[in-house]
């Protein structure tokens, strides 16, 4: 855990930020407890009876990416590496997400499943169903108690408030507005979520900026002017050789870990699965993406501006640790030199957003996946509705419980970076199933056996890397420091699932092609794949393919100038 404690940091938060918490904490609540009277079923509580708005699932979908995790890693990335991290975003995000809404989303919606799990059973069966329902179960608890550690780090830092109540009092709200109003309650409050997330860090780019002379100021007060370039990123890789260095950032997260965490991620995709037209869940993740490609501004920015204007962050920099801080204290530190009493509020209620955020989409796809693929189709079979929606709202209880527990997890294996962690989660679950689901999709031989042996070979693969990489293990056999693992794990599980896919698939037998329509790019009618343009579909604007080509572009032009 963070030592800001120690180091008596705290920051002196007046009745108005407080104030401002409790206001917050109301708000949500009452999204919860309207959103309860629109559910009357399972699908409902789950899926949203798939009626809401793009522009609402849109922006649920990329603050439900938005957690703590993500702000707190993403800002210690940005000290750490300095300007590498927005790869993360702009060849670690755009691009998939408009695969996502143009190539994938018709088959998730147009085949009407009601998750990813479920798509995989129809594909390739119940033995591949089964290892992914139960792989996604577990990894949305793990993250979920990546998002509690995160949390916990930093109100202990801003508030002093002790580790379980910091926890605890943010776990019941909500655990109370997604267990009330299920997933329209998460969605609702994502979208506010994200404004409130905005206004939280904004302030710290632009107060920050101004402290070190603008832009130009920045640029030369950064010792390292390697910081300032996102190319060859050596030190984020840990791959000495630029051109290795490279290979590894588009192929490993560029390609399979970009493409693994935002086309078959359920907590993502779950967003997108509640619009309420083909048209809607298409450009749901291509809406996303827009503030995906600018956020960099207000979470790598800060990162870098700490490194050069905190003490202890500099200090840090310069390879001396007595300071007793780690990389993820960047928030904290920051909000107690930048920011006076009333904003401060409003950073902390970002911050408290964020983890909500986050945690709601875990707990949201946890308890579908767990009430529609794993206890509805292995435990208790053929109840009537109310018996789901209930045992729904139990699992958003039981999740939330557990990741109580894994948040230590995190807090032992986190370390000073916590985005270290979470790469090596999405090397080892996403991965592997996103070359699973890409053979699968557009090759119609692929067979059910092979489906499920191909995803353990990569999962396990993935693991074996990170094991012999991890020093805390004692069997450090692979020394790549930085995300370098997670790359090579994620590049490596991906090839090892589709050769394995392959082999197995010659030697067994495929399911006839009358049992994959709809399922299999090639057997799937063009009609089935394409989306309404009458209606509340009409208007140019609207259309898909022209969306995603505009953030392709917009993200394009933010390479020339930044990267």
């Not at 509690?148 to 709200?173: T, Y």
């Not at 078959?264 to 869940?281: G, Y």
């Amino acid at each position: 855990m963070s030592v800001l404690a120690e180091a008596d940091l705290r920051l002196d938060a007046g009745p108005i930020d407080y104030a401002l918490l409790v206001i917050y904490f109301v708000v949500v609540l009452g999204i919860g407890v309207m959103a309860r009277r629109s559910v009357s079923s399972s699908l409902d509580f789950l899926l949203s009876g798939r009626s809401l708005p793009a522009w609402v699932t849109g922006l649920a979908f990329i603050s439900a990416n938005l957690g703590a995790l993500e702000l707190m890693g993403m800002t210690a990335n940005g000290a750490q590496y300095g300007m590498a991290t927005v790869h993360y975003y702009w060849i670690g995000a755009i691009p998939a997400m408009v695969f996502l809404g143009l190539v994938m989303m018709p088959f998730y919606y147009g085949s009407k499943v009601r998750s990813v799990p479920e798509f995989m059973r129809r594909r390739f069966g119940k033995p591949a169903h089964l290892v992914n329902a139960i792989s996604f179960a577990v990894a949305q608890i793990l993250i979920a108690g990546i998002n509690l550690f995160a949390l916990a780090v930093i109100i202990d830092a801003l508030l002093g408030w002790p580790l379980p109540v910091s926890i605890c009092v943010a776990a019941l709200v909500v655990l109370a507005y997604t267990t009330l109003g299920g997933l329209s309650a998460a969605i609702y409050n994502e979208v506010l979520q994200f404004f409130v997330i905005v206004a939280a860090l904004a302030p710290l780019t632009i107060v920050g900026l101004i402290k070190v002379g603008g832009w130009q100021g920045l640029v030369e007060k950064v010792t390292d002017q390697e910081q300032l370039s996102a190319w060859p990123a050596t030190e984020l890789t840990g791959i000495n050789s630029p051109v290795w260095s490279v290979i590894g950032l588009v192929f490993g997260l560029g390609f399979v870990l970009s493409f693994g965490y935002w086309t078959t991620n359920f907590a993502e995709v779950q967003r997108a699965m509640s619009a309420k037209s083909m048209s809607a869940a298409k450009r749901t993740p291509i809406i996303g993406a827009y503030p995906k490609a600018l956020i960099p501004a207000i979470i790598i920015i800060p990162g870098i501006i700490a490194a050069v204007i905190v003490p202890e962050m500099a200090q840090l920099k310069a390879g001396d640790t007595s300071g007793g801080v780690a990389y993820n204290d960047v928030l904290p530190l920051l909000m107690r030199d930048l920011l006076p009493n009333g904003i401060l509020g409003i950073a902390i209620t970002g911050l408290l957003a964020s983890f909500m955020a986050g945690v709601a989409a875990n707990v949201s796809s946890f308890n579908t996946v767990f009430t529609y693929d794993l206890w509805q189709d292995y435990i208790k079979k053929d109840r009537p509705d109310e018996y789901y929606l209930r045992i729904g709202r139990l699992a958003t209880v039981g999740a939330c419980v557990l990741a109580i527990g894994t948040a230590f997890i995190a807090a032992a294996l986190g370390g000073s970076n916590i985005m270290d962690y979470i790469q090596a989660l999405f090397s080892f679950f996403n991965a592997p199933l996103f070359a699973t689901f890409i053979v699968g999709m557009f090759w119609k031989r692929m067979t059910p056996t092979a489906g499920w042996v191909g995803l353990l070979a990569g999962t396990f693969t993935a693991m074996f890397i990170y094991a012999i990489s991890e020093p805390s293990f004692g069997i450090e056999l692979l020394e790549l420091p930085g995300q370098g693992a997670s790359f090579l794990g994620a590049g490596l599980a991906f090839v090892v699932d589709v050769v394995v896919s392959v082999g197995v698939s010659l030697v067994t037998r495929p399911k006839p092609d009358s049992e994959l329509v709809g399922l299999v790019y090639s057997l799937t009618p063009k009609k089935d794949r394409s989306h309404s343009t009458t209606g509340e579909d009409a208007g140019w604007y609207r259309s898909p393919a022209l969306l995603g080509g505009g953030v392709l572009a917009l993200t394009t032009v933010l390479y020339f100038l930044f990267g």
